[in-house]
């Protein structure tokens, strides 16, 4: 084992980059080829004590701030943004466990999820809202001291694979966006079943399926912070952290790109000469080195601000996840520029991670819902 993980920010990405280089690079590829989920990488992480570092030393954690969170993700992402992906959903649920569940299922998940023994998932979209929760149709009707609940959802993240599920569902449909709801739903819970896995462009492990609720009963005290309250948990936890683990993928899909397509430069000749020689290619290597640290810069930047002041920390998420997301598409694509026909195949990693960094532009909330968002918010409308 590489290690247990510590307090600080450094001591939390070597480690990651430890397993991540050494464990998890490795079979990165075979992977994405089979769309097979890195259910070994998950353990991994979980022995390791990196899964649980958002969560305060009570439940197993470190309560590392945001900055490092993103900056773990980076470093997984690096090695494999689906294997990333997964750690950050469930991640997500593990601090809305913490902040917004009863004692009682905190006492019975939180510890086995931060040690990697029980993985989470969040569900949020259905085919008729994509990446709008305010849309969501899938109901949770009271029946004495159960909910009872109906509906779908679809491309959501460790799907059929995670034991636990946070689910957005509506408690009360009169009263729009305050009659929304969060359930905790265990995966053995009758009539709760899934679809099989989506075969995605990119982010190929991540097991994205559809889920499908027929009159599932699940007990009142598996509510998640108060009734009506969904949005609130969602903004909070998958928008609040989520969001910035989202963003710290995106970098450090940039990272590694710029990486490759340096290296390339460096050692590919062509007529006796470097190509990193020729003016073309050092603009493309420089425009990718800018953009990299310009995201990894505001993802710092926007963390910092929402650490110090939480309320913050929905819009600074938006801002984090939105700019990084593009630059690493732009990166991702440059470095296929720099490597030519070489980078095209699937032989070389910046294919990999062209697919990869596209997803996340869609993944969570669009780009275009993203700058509506941050519109409203500067118009305050």
Same mark, same amino acid.
């Given at each position: ?33 089979? /769309? ?9 992480? /979980? ?27 980076? $470093? ?37 999820? %931060? ?5 989470? !998932?969040?569900?949020?979209? $259905? ?31 460790? %799907? ?25 739903? $265990? ?16 982010? #190929? ?18 509510? @998640? ?18 969001? *910035?683990?989202? %963003? ?12 490759? !397509?340096?290296?390339?430069? #460096? +050692? #590919?000749? @062509? ?27 505001? @993802? ?23 700019? !990084?997301?593009?630059?690493?598409? +732009?990166?991702?694509?440059?470095? @296929? ?26 993944? *969570? ?17």
């Amino acid at each position: 084992m590489e290690g247990k993980i510590g307090c600080t920010q450094q001591e939390i990405t070597e480690l990651t980059g430890r397993i991540a280089r050494g464990r998890i690079a490795p079979t990165a590829g075979d992977r994405d080829t089979k /769309g097979a989920f890195p259910r070994e990488a998950v353990e991994l992480l /979980g022995a390791s004590g990196i899964l649980g570092m958002i969560l305060a030393a009570e439940h197993n954690g470190v309560g590392a701030n945001r900055a490092a969170f993103a900056a773990m993700t980076a $470093e997984l992402s690096g090695a494999c943004a689906s294997t990333a992906l997964v750690a950050v959903s469930h991640m997500v649920v593990e601090k809305a466990i913490e902040s917004a569940a009863t004692v009682a299922v905190a006492d019975k998940w939180l510890a086995r999820l %931060a040690t990697g023994r029980a993985l989470g !998932a969040f569900a949020v979209h $259905e085919a008729g809202s994509g990446s709008n929760a305010g849309a969501i149709a899938t109901k949770a009707n009271r029946e004495g001291n159960n909910y009872i609940v109906n509906g779908s959802k679809f491309f959501i993240t460790s %799907a059929g694979e995670a034991d636990v599920y946070l689910v957005l569902v509506r408690t009360d449909p009169e009263k729009g966006p305050q009659g929304m709801s969060v359930l905790l739903i $265990e995966k053995d819970t009758p009539g709760l079943s899934f679809g099989l896995p989506e075969d995605k462009m990119g982010l #190929r492990g991540t097991s994205s399926r559809e889920m499908f609720f027929d009159n599932c009963r699940v007990p009142l005290e598996h509510l @998640i912070g108060a009734e009506g309250g969904g949005l609130q948990v969602i903004g909070q936890n998958l928008v609040g952290w989520g969001f *910035f683990g989202a %963003a710290g993928i995106s970098a450090g899909i940039a990272r590694q790109a710029t990486r490759l !397509a340096v290296d390339h430069a #460096r +050692e #590919r000749k @062509i007529a006796g000469l470097p190509i990193g020689a020729h003016q073309a290619v050092q603009t493309l290597l420089a425009d990718m080195i800018l953009q990299t640290e310009a995201a990894e810069s505001l @993802i710092a930047s926007c963390a910092g601000r929402a650490d110090g002041a939480p309320a913050t920390a929905a819009i600074n998420g938006i801002k984090a996840k939105l700019f !990084a997301s593009e630059r690493a598409v +732009e990166v991702a694509d440059r470095a @296929i520029q720099v490597m030519g026909g070489h980078g095209y195949c699937r032989d070389y990693t910046v294919e990999r991670l062209f697919r990869d960094a596209r997803g996340l532009m869609l993944h *969570f909330k669009t780009s275009e819902l993203l700058r509506q968002d941050l519109a409203r918010w500067a118009l305050d409308v």
